[in-house]
């Protein structure tokens, strides 16, 4: 049961980060944005910007950018986090 | 380290954006016949959005007599919708654009199938609808679930800014806008927006309520417009304001050859542009090469 709907979920993940590697850009610096599944937001690295996402619908309106604390983006190194995000929607496309 | 350093100059440049417009330098704009500052005018339109959005469909049928139906097809047949296309329609929240691109895209394969031509070679046809106004993109999301096409992996739904659009350069074969530029804070910011995302050989569409110059037909037209229709909007969706709004915007909006040369000074290519019934509504078009 817990597999089945773990599998959803990663399967929705992926249905929006597909949607997101392929065309969505940050509305600001135009820079690809990365999927946070924590906060259900999606995170413009390049400025430190997180837009939520709200019932499925990413919210992209400048207006609706919040600024990252740097606390919360050098948790884990940018470069690396980027890097791991690439290949896991790589696998995920088939 | 040299990633970081990008990162700061980025936020010093773009951070000050994020904070509504930009506060360096407010202009004045227009909200209908009034002057109001930038940031007033994009909240005073919201607000006119969230207000209709439910009673959108109704009072677009009342106001233009179903007329509005039959001038969306005919922005869709100018697109030549094509399965496998990326289109982006721009202020589309109630999905009425996107729906007849879908279906007519949906059709066109049926019949594909029926020939037996269908090539599984080409690729995922995709629609974003993008608004700023999230109230209206749920009265879309809602009438999606109730065509059966709230499955359908070809439409994305998008909040977003015509003015900041956060989709890739060069991504999309068509871009559609339709009674919806005319509420835009800076329509050379869209233009430009728009021109950045189609792919070369994309195409610009762009649907708007325009100018009657055709004499007593004008006369006839300003009278609806600022007898009939805000009382409509009155009796109907109990809001004249709203509606009151929407026929100034209408007269503030620049006419047909002023909004070509826009297009072109954007960037597109073969400009041009068709008038219906008389210039209550025209259709620019623009391609970018």
């Not at chain 1, 399967?11 to 259900?40: F, H, M, W, Y």
């Not at chain 2, 970081?4 to 704009?29: D, E, G």
């Not at chain 2, 969230?50 to 009342?62: G, R």
């Not at chain 2, 026929?247 to 000074?265: C, H, L, N, T």
Request: net charge neutral; with cysteine.
């Amino acid at each position: 049961m817990v597999r089945v709907s773990k599998a959803l979920l990663k399967d929705a993940g992926s249905g929006i980060s597909k949607t997101l590697s392929e065309i969505l850009v940050c509305p600001l610096s135009k820079q690809p944005l990365r999927v946070c599944e924590k906060t259900g937001s999606l995170i413009s690295d390049a400025i430190g910007v997180s837009f939520p996402i709200k019932d499925g619908i990413p919210c992209l309106v400048p207006k609706d950018g919040k600024i990252l604390e740097t606390n919360d983006t050098s948790e884990d190194d940018g470069v690396t986090d980027s890097a791991g995000m690439k290949r896991e929607e790589k696998g995920g496309n088939r | 380290m040299a990633l970081r350093l990008v990162n700061s100059k980025l936020r010093s440049q773009i951070l000050p954006m994020l904070s509504s417009t930009s506060l360096l330098h407010s202009h004045a704009t227009s909200f209908g016949f009034k002057e109001v500052s930038e940031e007033e005018k994009s909240r005073l339109v919201g607000n006119v959005f969230s207000n209709v959005a439910s009673n959108y469909d109704l009072m677009n049928d009342l106001m233009s007599g179903g007329l509005h139906r039959l001038w969306k097809d005919r922005l869709v047949s100018k697109l030549n919708p094509f399965p496998g296309m990326k289109h982006l329609d721009v202020a589309g929240g109630t999905g009425d654009v996107a729906f007849r691109i879908l279906e007519t895209i949906n059709s066109m394969k049926r019949r594909a199938i029926q020939d037996s031509l269908n090539d599984s070679l080409h690729e995922e046809t995709r629609i974003f609808i993008c608004d700023i106004n999230p109230n209206m993109l749920s009265v879309g999301k809602k009438r999606a679930l109730e065509r059966g096409l709230g499955e359908d992996k070809s439409l994305t739904w998008v909040e977003g800014d015509a003015e900041a659009l956060s989709f890739e350069d060069n991504s999309m074969d068509g871009y559609t806008i339709a009674f919806g530029i005319r509420n835009v804070t800076h329509i050379e910011k869209v233009l430009a927006e728009a021109y950045r995302v189609l792919k070369p050989g994309g195409r610009f569409l762009c649907l708007e309520l325009s100018h009657v110059e055709v004499p007593l037909f004008k006369d006839l037209y300003d009278l609806y417009s600022f007898s009939v229709i805000p009382a409509l909007g009155e009796l109907v969706a109990g809001d004249r304001a709203s509606y009151q709004y929407l026929v100034e915007s209408i007269r503030r909006f620049p006419p047909q050859e002023k909004f070509a040369s826009m297009i072109a000074v954007a960037g597109f290519q073969k400009v041009e542009y068709e008038n219906l019934v008389g210039g209550v509504v025209a259709i620019h078009s623009g391609l970018k090469f």
